[in-house]
């Protein structure tokens, strides 16, 4: 069954209803108009996948009805039919752009096989321009990789709500790999067939926010100048994105909550509800239970985005990843840039565990290029990282001031810490283990054990 929606236009009666009656036959949701003008006040409150109009009419022309409908709606496909066939208006038509030119009588076969090839002409060509955004943005689904035990229980979580139609929302700073959690669950669930459609509330002024998620109908604001559908009618059956989510206009929040509660909403200057099915991820750097409190945002709307919350820690508190994702981001690198590179010194993999990565993953993956390009030798040195890499974290810095929505790994924060005092004392003692353990007070036993534990190796020797 099919929900591609088609507009037959002809002022012979008995045409409109041999055409409709066939069409409903096979699935298609049809309209029907007796002449052009009539057509226009149906294609200004509604858009169809496809119009089958005939050529000659009284007053509005097929060919006028062509041009307006290339105007209002260019991606609505036109097919013509007319009784009056001549090479001149057949190229005409096309050149004003029809699909294709049917001439009374005509077979019924013909007709269904021609609607079919368009109609599926038409998904080709929107699935091909999804599946390059899909494409565009691949490239960094590695973003997720982890080992630690704070994204294992991300992974798990995705695995376990991927398969529901429960709304997510998804916290985390900014370079965490929000937007590829997001991905993953939809790619997981049922709906991995359908649309996944992305927008960042915060990049777009209020009315054109409203115009991309809403769409607009022609004249309804000042520059809409055609027909647009909106990101939720092209996501239905799929799931969107709201990146930002916290950065939402008032005035969209509520259209939101009507998205939500009732599963439709309506077009700028339409005068029809339009039904949809969409999953709704949300995402935010913000916590958006304070700024509930704050009165910034709508606790309804919050309430009905947070049914599952998840949480990604920033890189600083998982830093057991950064020597798995470095790795991949150098083997990527290297490759497209034609390098011959071995790997990391050991040097090199202690400065980047070391390392505050205030813009996490995002921060990583920049710097591991820049060092790519650049590196003068077939292994990446220290000296190769420490002028794009922000100081190490203090432990100050380490400790939130305070317990974030999704808590904190305090086993990693702890870690990170203790790494980060082996670092410094090993530096301090210029690398002479045994100075090192007492500037911390270790024997040494203890103190080559958390070495170990970390992979921590002096890149000038073993000295004792």
Same mark, same amino acid.
């Given at each position: 069954m099919t929900?591609e929606?088609?507009?037959?236009?002809?002022?012979?009666?008995?045409?409109?209803?041999l055409?409709?009656?066939?069409?409903?036959?096979?699935?298609?949701?049809?309209?029907?108009?007796?002449?052009?003008?009539?057509?226009?006040?149906?294609?200004?409150?509604e858009?169809?996948?496809?119009?089958?109009?005939?050529?000659?009419?009284?007053?509005?022309?097929?060919?006028?009805?062509?041009?307006?409908?290339?105007?209002?709606?260019?991606?609505?496909?036109?097919?013509?039919?007319?009784?009056?066939?001549?090479?001149?208006t057949?190229v005409?038509?096309?050149?004003?752009?029809?699909?294709?030119y049917l001439?009374?009588?005509f077979?019924?076969?013909?007709v269904?096989?021609?609607i079919?090839?368009?109609?599926?002409?038409?998904?080709?060509?929107?699935?091909n321009?999804l599946?390059?955004k899909?494409?565009?943005?691949?490239s960094?689904?590695?973003?997720?990789?982890?080992k630690?035990n704070?994204?294992?229980?991300?992974?798990?979580i995705?695995?376990?709500?991927a398969?529901?139609?429960?709304?997510?929302l998804?916290?985390?700073?900014?370079?965490?790999?929000?937007?590829?959690?997001?991905?993953?669950?939809?790619?997981?669930?049922?709906?991995?067939d359908?649309?996944?459609?992305?927008?960042?509330?915060?990049?777009?002024?209020?009315?054109?926010l409203?115009s991309?998620?809403?769409?607009h109908?022609?004249?309804s604001?000042?520059g809409?100048?055609?027909?647009? *559908?909106? %990101? /939720?009618?092209?996501? @239905?059956?799929?799931?969107?994105l709201l990146?930002?989510i916290? !950065?939402?206009?008032?005035? &969209?929040?509520?259209k939101?909550?009507?998205?939500?509660?009732?599963?439709?909403?309506?077009?700028?200057?339409?005068?029809?509800?339009i039904?949809v099915d969409?999953?709704?991820i949300?995402?935010t750097?913000?916590?958006l239970?304070?700024?509930?409190?704050?009165?910034?945002?709508r *606790?309804? %709307? /919050?309430?009905?985005? @947070?049914?599952?919350?998840i949480?990604?820690p920033?890189?600083? !508190?998982?830093?057991e990843? &950064?020597?798995?994702?470095a790795?991949?981001?150098?083997?990527k690198?290297?490759?497209?840039?034609?390098?011959?590179?071995?790997?990391?010194?050991?040097e090199?993999?202690?400065l980047?565990?070391g390392?505050?990565w205030?813009?996490?993953v995002?921060?990583l993956?920049?710097?591991i *290029?820049r060092a790519?390009?650049m590196?003068?030798?077939?292994t990446?040195?220290a000296e190769?990282?420490? !002028?794009?890499?922000?100081?190490?974290v203090?432990?100050?810095?380490?400790?939130?001031?305070?317990?974030?929505?999704?808590?904190i790994?305090l086993?990693?924060?702890?870690?990170g810490?203790?790494?980060?005092?082996?670092?410094?004392?090993?530096?301090r003692?210029n690398?002479?283990k045994?100075?090192?353990?007492?500037?911390?007070?270790?024997?040494?036993?203890?103190?080559?054990?958390?070495?170990?534990?970390?992979?921590?190796?002096?890149?000038?020797?073993d000295?004792?």
């Amino acid at each position: 069954m099919t929900n591609e929606k088609i507009l037959v236009v002809d002022d012979e009666q008995s045409m409109r209803e041999l055409l409709t009656i066939m069409l409903k036959r096979e699935g298609y949701l049809v309209t029907s108009a007796s002449n052009g003008e009539e057509a226009i006040k149906v294609l200004n409150k509604e858009i169809f996948d496809l119009v089958i109009t005939d050529m000659k009419m009284p007053k509005v022309s097929g060919l006028e009805l062509l041009r307006i409908i290339k105007e209002i709606a260019p991606q609505t496909i036109v097919l013509m039919v007319t009784a009056f066939a001549s090479t001149e208006t057949a190229v005409e038509a096309m050149k004003e752009g029809a699909y294709d030119y049917l001439t009374k009588p005509f077979k019924i076969d013909e007709v269904k096989l021609i609607i079919n090839n368009a109609l599926e002409k038409k998904r080709l060509k929107e699935e091909n321009v999804l599946l390059k955004k899909e494409l565009s943005i691949l490239s960094g689904i590695e973003n997720i990789i982890g080992k630690s035990n704070a994204m294992k229980k991300v992974f798990d979580i995705v695995r376990k709500i991927a398969d529901t139609n429960s709304n997510v929302l998804i916290s985390g700073e900014s370079g965490t790999g929000k937007e590829l959690i997001a991905r993953a669950i939809h790619f997981n669930s049922t709906r991995k067939d359908s649309p996944f459609v992305t927008i960042n509330c915060a990049a777009l002024p209020e009315t054109l926010l409203e115009s991309e998620l809403f769409g607009h109908m022609k004249g309804s604001f000042t520059g809409a100048i055609a027909n647009k *559908e909106g %990101l /939720f009618e092209m996501a @239905d059956g799929g799931t969107i994105l709201l990146d930002e989510i916290g !950065e939402t206009p008032a005035s &969209i929040q509520v259209k939101l909550l009507r998205v939500i509660q009732e599963r439709e909403f309506r077009r700028i200057g339409g005068l029809k509800d339009i039904k949809v099915d969409v999953r709704i991820i949300a995402a935010t750097n913000m916590d958006l239970d304070q700024a509930v409190k704050d009165g910034r945002f709508r *606790e309804d %709307l /919050f309430y009905r985005l @947070d049914v599952i919350r998840i949480y990604i820690p920033p890189l600083r !508190e998982r830093t057991e990843d &950064i020597p798995l994702l470095a790795n991949y981001f150098l083997d990527k690198f290297k490759r497209s840039l034609g390098r011959e590179i071995k790997g990391f010194a050991p040097e090199a993999i202690n400065l980047l565990m070391g390392s505050e990565w205030r813009g996490n993953v995002r921060e990583l993956e920049n710097v591991i *290029e820049r060092a790519a390009a650049m590196a003068v030798e077939d292994t990446i040195r220290a000296e190769d990282l420490r !002028e794009y890499i922000q100081k190490p974290v203090s432990l100050k810095e380490a400790f939130p001031s305070t317990i974030p929505d999704g808590g904190i790994d305090l086993e990693g924060i702890m870690e990170g810490m203790e790494r980060d005092m082996l670092l410094k004392a090993l530096e301090r003692a210029n690398w002479i283990k045994t100075r090192a353990a007492k500037l911390l007070h270790l024997d040494f036993r203890s103190f080559r054990y958390r070495l170990e534990k970390y992979g921590i190796k002096d890149h000038k020797g073993d000295r004792q």
